[in-house]
RNA sequence: GCCCAGGUGGUGGAAUUGGUAGACACGCUGGACUUAAAAUCCAGUGGGCAGUAAUGCCCGUAUGGGUUCAAGUCCCAUCCUGGGUACCA
């Protein structure tokens, strides 16, 4: 699939689409573009030789001191001279025998070998050693690569170990100084100017880019380019089971199978494992070969290479589903089209989605891409599927950790821990509560823990602790089901949203969820006298009023930025504020009620009913705030000398700075504060602070 | 190595545009109710110093500098943690 083909497309929409920061960068460098050009040399004593090199710095022309050719390259064969005709042999199949793990496990390894063979530099006519290496690949750019050790990293380690030139031909800005030694180290950077180079001498590095760029094309030995990291890649899948290709094979030549007698469904096979000869799992299938009299699937015995062929074996990759199946959502019941134009252009593409960033080189890539080729076929009208991009951190387990004294069965207290020789054991979470091992309860958790001894600090055992992500054998497995057992689903759902931030990593301890579920049980107060429903029909106070106005604005903003955590804390300041009012207006609850349903909607539609609804509290509009309720009569000021606070005043929300400056200038602690100071300048910010600088 | 995100009490975390750091909750301490426990409710809770107390002062958002009347927030450098990536010319 050429995905590559669509480089520059990805990589612009990126700065379109609401996504996170990281996860654009993860695949802005994967796309790798990276601009320079590509120029072809000459191979001294071969007229009718030339090979093509990519550099992103031509500025760098005139530092060339060596070329360098991946081990894979196609003309290393027909450059090497007889003297080094052995051991370039000896390199590629060394090289060869290499596994990229190795090579990728020994980046810092430099290795590389003399053709024996010259290149011309197209401007000084001089001749240019060409070596071959492996830290060129032949899979990028060209395979080829101009080395310029003064200013590349790699070329430079590669001249020093095989005693090449580094020639410098730029001057690094003046504060890196004259100290710089370009034969210890290279200098990568752009900033600078040119030497020693002939017509772009004394230009900067941009400038002489564009020169070199011009030059060469001028003389009709190359052009500017742009390359990307970016790979096409094989659309199908060996080992794993995937949604099937229609296709079969007549004397091993592939045939489609019509589109009318699609779909073309799965066997069923015993397992969903690789053959024993290593044909993919498709291979199990004893129903996987086409009839095509009968246009159907049939027993693979059948086949008889004339009127029954084998069906392919290899399925489609897990982003041939998984790049547009959320475009199916929009008309799954459409049996002609995949989604038609109606439904699409109703639809449009998707507003938020949350997923793992572990997506960002692979399903977020692809369906970018396929959904910008549905665009071009014109099967959809936007050109990126997903506007907005959230995601979402994972809930860590807080493992609990007990400690056997050495060749013992003796288990010792994290407090005292130290004064032994320990080994730290998971305990399973389970049989720990705020720290406290339930000893009787290790002790039946396995046979070899029956008659363990425990040293306690004072009576009890502590364990320590340490979060990591939830696993069986980490023993920190914490099931919803438990806690929805214990706790109901939404005291679950509030403590998940309660935690934190949606995007952050967080650890999950059971022990917090009293507070929310205290929530829940303060909430249901409100509503209820003793046991007994009860709300009433009197006008609620200003209090109750603002409380529920400063929530609902609150919780609105919330929701906008997806700060659920917030929310939550905002409920409980509302629930504690009317409790102590001892609000049971209806006029206060009911909205509340709302508000609280899509945080809590179990108990927010059994309130509701009890309210005396029949329809369900999700159908109902979500109220807003009136600012009316919300207006301060006055404004409680911090006095801040110099910045720090020292004490309080309150002034009317209207009052004239002017006369709040005289009021906080006679006030005694301010001159106990100036201690005979005469102050400089008052900074009066409405409805924040005042500070006095003196 | 490079790129990105982050570092705030005992813990999870909050803090609008630079404007009272620690909201809310857990935990802990003390108290009320109770024969007792659970549940519930009330009060306190960043660290330090002084004071019988009210209160006052100092320090404090990874570290060191800087800008500012004012910095968790902005700038520079450093350290640490998590994630991504791996010779891409």
Known sequence: MRISAYAERLLRGLDTIDWTESLKETQRNWIGRSEGASMWFNVDGHNDLKFEIFTTRPDTIFGVSYMTLAPEHEMVKEIVTDEYRDAIEKYISDTSKRSERERMAEVDKVSGQFTGAYAIHPFSGEKIQI????????????????????????????????????????????????????????????????????????????????????????????????NYRLRDAVFSRQRYWGEPFPVYYVNGLPQMIENEHLPVVLPEVEKYLPTETGEPPLGNAIVWAWDTELNKVVENDKIDDEKIFPLELNTMPGWAGSSWYFLRYMDAGNSEEFVSKESESYWGSVDLYIGGSEHATGHLLYSRFWYKFLKDMGYVSNEEPFKKLINQGMILGTSAFVYRVKDTNKFVSKGLKDQFDVTPIHADVNMVVNNELDVDAFKAWREEYNDAEFILEGDKYICGSEVEKMSKSKYNVVSPDVIVEDFGADALRLYEMFLGPLEQYKPWKTDGISGVYNFLKKLWRLYHNNDAFEVSDVEPSKEALKTLHKTIKKVREDIEKFSFNTSVSTFMIAVNELGAQKCNSRAILEPLAVIVAPYAPHIAEELWQKLGHSDSVSVVDFPTHNEEYLKENDHTYPIMFNGKRRFELTFPIDANPKEMETVVLAHEKTIAQLNGRAPKKVIIVPKKIINVVG
């Open 131 to 226: 070596w071959i290496g492996d830290y060129v690949l032949a899979s990028y750019g060209t395979g080829a690569v101009m080395a310029v050790p003064a200013h590349d990293s790699r070329d430079h380690a590669f001249a020093k170990k095989f005693g090449l030139p580094i020639l410098q031909v730029i001057n690094p800005k003046d504060e890196l100084g004259e100290d710089f030694d370009i034969q210890e180290e290279s200098f990568d950077s752009k900033e600078g100017t040119i030497i020693n180079s002939d017509f772009i001498t004394s230009m900067e590095v941009k400038e002489a880019i564009a020169e070199v760029i011009a030059q060469v094309e001028e003389m009709g030995i190359g052009k500017g380019k742009i």
